[in-house]
């Protein structure tokens, strides 16, 4: 194989790695409020043992990065926001979107049912949706480059 053909498929596979990478909901997601439109953290989704989960690496809101879970129950209670997994043990299902019994919304102290897939005009934008009995709300997350 010549220097040019390697160059060639190493740069083929270069873009093969990018294209797949930002098409996943792995990685890392800054929330919007959907109220104010205002960034509020950064939550880094990941797989484990087939299951999704997600924990806050970041808060964007000026004045609250040392927030801890006021509203919180038992061993919640007063724990700091930063580092607390929001997204336990979702599932895969086969069209793409994650399911799971909890979402949990530190603000308002309540876990959600969710459901989770990425906006497929957009694979930069996450979608998740926090149920409540038969009322749910949806949020779109934008994806963190790096």
């Known amino acids: 194989m010549t220097k040019t053909s390697r160059l060639i498929v190493l740069g083929m596979f270069f873009m093969f790695t990018l294209t797949s990478q930002s098409q996943s909901v792995f990685g890392k997601w800054k929330t919007i409020d959907d109220r104010t439109g205002k960034p509020k953290a950064i939550i880094d989704i990941y797989k484990k043992d087939g299951l999704m989960y997600g924990h806050v690496v970041e808060i964007l809101e000026e004045g609250k990065t040392d927030a801890v879970c006021s509203k919180c129950d038992g ?72």
Do not use: S
């Not at 979702?90 to 530190?106: I, N, R, T, Y």
């Not at 009322?135 to 480059?145: D, G, K, M, P, S």
């Open 75 to 146: 061993d919640m209670k007063d724990q700091p926001i930063l580092g607390m997994t929001i997204i336990d043990a979702a599932k895969e299902h086969d069209d793409g979107e994650w399911k799971g019994k909890k979402l949990f919304d530190p603000q308002q102290a309540m876990t959600f049912r969710c459901k989770i897939w990425l906006n497929p005009d957009n694979k930069d934008e996450l979608k998740v949706r926090g149920y409540l009995t038969f009322i749910y709300r949806t949020q779109t997350w934008l994806r963190v480059e790096g």
